[in-house]
């Protein structure tokens, strides 16, 4: 007797999507099912490794594609576990809430040729098989002795049916009512083309009509030689495994015997938002022992750091548990990842070194995993740093890096620290009054512009014994350092008694926005700068929980003015001539609130246009007694 049951409110928007809207490339509903068959073999293969009772235990582990042109059937078998009657409904009747809802937005915000490329992601595949399909039959017979057949059946409407069935092996087979604009899937050399395109790689051999020779290569490829394989194979096989639509940016192909006997293929990928549109969902390597599926997604053969790395690893001596979805955490796996690791860490290194174009398309993209790992394993920091590359005040483009040890290369003379500055863009880094005295004096900046940087300073401060300094900081001497190369303009330094007066302006003006106003003696060009007193990375919390989105507090800090500047000479002669008038607190405002400007700090840079405004009437010719200068000009930080 059938029973019938209803499916999901998602699954029944699901399938309208599938049978009515994904149209395009509609041969990926065998890539579905084959995959699917696969991972059906991959749990039966386990199931003997541990567990002797199971039904037909000597059945080959094999894919069978049938087609019958008369009743306009295409059936795909596979000898796998097989299902009960409760796997039926919870695999084919019941699909994750969250994967549905996240496909149909996928198919909402993208278009249906993407979409075809999201449907493994989002565990949506089995359905996929309603593009072609009027109907859809599944008998399935579970590995465990004295479970009987089902058949699961329907016709992409609102409901499916179960019933009792026959089947006398092991394993399922998916009986497809072809639509008739569908029935191209009936020629078997259609079948194996889209066989040879979609799943070559996988691991067991899919039969197609009455040939006795597989239709796939069902070749471990990370177990052959790497001189056999040709850039188009190695770039098929990551196609199949992550659905990437471009090809990796490298790869790394190990095959060892010490201190482990093992096999891997990893790849970088050409972008961290991979997953968006990838079959891989999770961070993760596919796991084998003996060429046996062990783990989808392990995260414990690589740091957290490398995740983004996609791949295969397989070993000869890696310990089972009794569970599938997990390894003993032994030896043998702590060996593995310090192995694996160093074999990454070791070709990036060769890459930087032998290949710096291709190793900076690779840090480009993953450059702040490489930061955030020097922070959080320390222990591979010698690895880490010279992976390391930044811009710095000798780069003329983005385009331009410098390792570390480059800038030691390029140190001033008795210059003993590493000077860094850290902005939000490199534009606005070149631009920034610290640099004043470092290009006076021709010593080289590293521009630290990636969000990350600020996290990357807790763990990096001093290389190879030398300090790393921020340029902001206060009672920075560089007197002794390199030798002037560009001297200051001429213009006459501020008398002491005019410099106080103008001093105590700002420090009337400002309050307690600042926690002092003194002279500088190391601005140039610039009229004034801002500069902290805090010691170490305690300067950079605030950048840290902007980061982190974190509530924060704007820091107070020291206002340097520039007392050779001629804009500090005008100020002067103003309070000096109209010491009442409302237009030297407006440039006083706007002195300060460029200062924060140039250093990422303002909270709100829009608000300056106001001021902005007021002081070009003044520039160009309104008198200051006309100008409406009042508190609304005046933005407090």
């Given at each position: 007797?059938?029973?019938?049951?209803?499916?999901?409110?998602?699954?029944?928007?699901?399938?309208?999507?599938?049978?009515?809207?994904?149209?395009?490339?509609?041969?990926?509903f065998?890539?579905?099912?084959?995959?699917?068959?696969?991972?059906?073999?991959?749990?039966?293969?386990?199931?003997?490794?541990?567990?002797?009772?199971?039904?037909?235990?000597?059945?080959?582990?094999?894919?069978?594609?049938?087609?019958?042109?008369?009743?306009?059937?295409?059936?795909?078998s596979?000898?796998?576990?097989?299902?009960?009657?409760g796997?039926?409904?919870?695999?084919?009747?019941?699909?994750?809430?969250?994967?549905?809802?996240?496909?149909?937005?996928?198919?909402?915000?993208?278009?249906?040729?993407?979409?075809?490329?999201?449907?493994?992601?989002?565990?949506?595949?089995?359905?996929s098989?309603?593009?072609?399909?009027?109907?859809?039959?599944?008998?399935?017979?579970?590995?465990?002795?004295?479970?009987?057949?089902?058949?699961?059946?329907?016709?992409?409407?609102?409901?499916?049916?179960?019933?009792?069935?026959?089947?006398?092996?092991?394993?399922?087979?998916?009986?497809?009512?072809?639509?008739?604009?569908?029935?191209?899937?009936?020629?078997?050399?259609?079948?194996?083309?889209?066989?040879?395109?979609?799943?070559?790689?996988?691991?067991?051999?899919?039969?197609?009509?009455?040939?006795?020779?597989?239709?796939?290569?069902?070749?471990?490829i990370?177990?052959?030689?790497?001189?056999?394989?040709?850039?188009?194979?190695?770039?098929?096989?990551?196609?199949?495994?992550?659905?990437?639509?471009?090809?990796?940016?490298?790869?790394?192909?190990?095959?060892?015997?010490?201190?482990?006997?093992?096999?891997?293929?990893?790849?970088?990928?050409?972008?961290?938002?991979?997953?968006?549109?990838?079959?891989?969902?999770?961070?993760?390597?596919?796991?084998?022992?003996?060429?046996?599926?062990?783990?989808?997604?392990?995260?414990?053969?690589?740091?957290?750091?490398?995740?983004?790395?996609?791949?295969?690893v397989?070993?000869?001596?890696?310990?089972?548990s009794?569970?599938?979805?997990?390894?003993?955490?032994?030896?043998?796996?702590?060996?593995?990842?310090?192995?694996?690791?160093?074999?990454?860490?070791?070709?990036l290194k060769?890459?930087?070194?032998?290949?710096?174009?291709?190793?900076?398309?690779i840090?480009?993209?993953?450059g702040?995993?490489?930061k955030?790992?020097?922070?959080?394993?320390?222990?591979?920091?010698?690895e880490?740093?010279?992976?390391l590359?930044?811009?710095?005040?000798t780069?003329?483009?983005?385009d331009?890096?410098?390792?570390?040890?480059?800038?030691?290369?390029?140190?001033?003379?008795?210059?003993?620290?590493?000077?860094?500055?850290?902005?939000d863009?490199?534009?606005?880094?070149?631009?920034?009054?610290?640099?004043?005295?470092?290009?006076?004096?021709?010593?080289?900046?590293?521009?630290?512009?990636?969000?990350?940087?600020?996290?990357?300073?807790m763990?990096?401060?001093?290389?190879?014994?030398?300090?790393?300094?921020?340029?902001?900081?206060?009672?920075?001497?560089?007197?002794?350092?390199?030798?002037v190369?560009?001297?200051?303009?001429?213009?006459?330094?501020?008398?002491?008694?005019?410099?106080?007066?103008?001093?105590?302006?700002?420090?009337?003006?400002?309050?307690?926005?600042?926690?002092?106003?003194?002279?500088?003696?190391?601005l140039?060009?610039?009229?004034?700068?801002?500069?902290?007193?805090?010691?170490?990375?305690?300067?950079?919390?605030?950048?840290?929980?902007?980061?982190?989105d974190?509530?924060?507090?704007?820091?107070?800090?020291?206002?340097?003015?520039?007392?050779?500047?001629?804009?500090?000479?005008?100020?002067?002669?103003?309070?000096?001539?109209?010491?009442?008038?409302?237009?030297i607190?407006?440039?006083?405002?706007?002195?300060?609130?460029?200062?924060?400007?140039?250093?990422?700090?303002?909270?709100?840079?829009?608000?300056?246009?106001?001021?902005?405004?007021?002081?070009l009437?003044?520039?160009?010719?309104?008198?200051?007694?006309?100008?409406?200068?009042?508190?609304?000009?005046?933005?407090?930080?």
């Open positions: 007797m059938a029973e019938t049951f209803t499916f999901q409110a998602e699954i029944q928007q699901l399938l309208d999507i599938l049978v009515h809207s994904l149209y395009t490339e509609r041969e990926i065998l890539r579905e099912l084959l995959s699917n068959a696969s991972d059906a073999l991959n749990r039966v293969q386990f199931e003997m490794l541990t567990n002797r009772d199971i039904v037909d235990a000597d059945a080959e582990l094999a894919i069978e594609i049938k087609a019958d042109e008369a009743a306009g059937t295409l059936t795909v596979d000898t796998g576990i097989g299902m009960t009657h796997e039926l409904v919870n695999n084919l009747g019941v699909i994750a809430r969250s994967g549905a809802k996240a496909f149909l937005q996928a198919v909402k915000e993208t278009n249906s040729a993407a979409a075809q490329n999201m449907i493994g992601q989002f565990g949506v595949g089995f359905y098989v309603f593009m072609v399909a009027d109907r859809v039959r599944v008998v399935s017979r579970s590995y465990l002795p004295g479970e009987p057949a089902y058949a699961w059946e329907s016709d992409g409407s609102s409901t499916y049916t179960i019933e009792p069935a026959e089947r006398e092996t092991r394993g399922t087979d998916i009986i497809i009512h072809l639509k008739p604009d569908a029935r191209e899937f009936l020629s078997y050399w259609r079948l194996k083309e889209v066989i040879r395109r979609h799943s070559d790689y996988l691991a067991f051999p899919i039969y197609v009509g009455d040939d006795e020779e597989p239709a796939n290569k069902q070749t471990a990370w177990r052959q030689d790497p001189k056999e394989i040709t850039p188009e194979q190695y770039n098929d096989f990551y196609k199949m495994l992550t659905l990437d639509l471009e090809p990796p940016l490298h790869r790394v192909h190990v095959r060892a015997d010490v201190p482990l006997q093992f096999y891997a293929l990893l790849y970088i990928p050409a972008s961290p938002e991979r997953s968006l549109l990838s079959l891989r969902k999770e961070p993760g390597l596919k796991l084998y022992a003996r060429k046996v599926l062990i783990q989808e997604y392990n995260t414990d053969l690589l740091p957290d750091y490398l995740q983004f790395v996609q791949g295969v397989d070993s000869e001596d890696l310990p089972l009794i569970s599938r979805e997990s390894v003993q955490a032994t030896r043998v796996m702590a060996n593995l990842k310090k192995t694996l690791t160093g074999r990454v860490l070791t070709e060769r890459l930087a070194q032998r290949s710096r174009d291709d190793y900076l398309k840090y480009r993209q993953f702040r995993f490489l955030q790992g020097l922070v959080a394993s320390p222990e591979d920091r010698a880490l740093e010279p992976l590359f930044f811009h710095t005040t780069s003329a483009t983005p331009d890096w410098y390792s570390l040890d480059e800038y030691l290369q390029h140190m001033a003379a008795n210059q003993k620290d590493i000077y860094y500055i850290l902005a863009d490199f534009h606005s880094a070149r631009r920034s009054p610290h640099l004043d005295p470092f290009r006076q004096r021709g010593i080289e900046v590293l521009l630290l512009t990636d969000p990350v940087d600020t996290i990357l300073l763990g990096l401060t001093e290389y190879k014994g030398h300090t790393l300094r921020s340029v902001d900081e206060a009672g920075l001497d560089l007197s002794d350092i390199g030798q190369i560009a001297e200051p303009a001429a213009q006459d330094r501020l008398p002491e008694d005019s410099l106080d007066s103008l001093i105590r302006r700002f420090r009337r003006v400002l309050g307690d926005r600042v926690r002092d106003v003194r002279p500088s003696s190391a140039t060009a610039s009229p004034a700068r801002l500069v902290s007193d805090e010691a170490g990375a305690a300067r950079h919390r605030y950048r840290l929980s902007r980061l982190l974190r509530e924060y507090e704007m820091p107070v800090k020291i206002l340097e003015l520039n007392p050779r500047h001629p804009l500090m000479h005008n100020l002067c002669r103003m309070i000096g001539e109209t010491p009442d008038s409302r237009l607190d407006a440039v006083v405002e706007q002195v300060f609130e460029t200062a924060l400007l140039q250093d990422g700090l303002h909270p709100d840079p829009a608000s300056m246009a106001e001021r902005l405004t007021l002081l009437q003044a520039a160009t010719g309104t008198p200051a007694a006309e100008l409406d200068y009042g508190p609304n000009a005046s933005v407090s930080s």
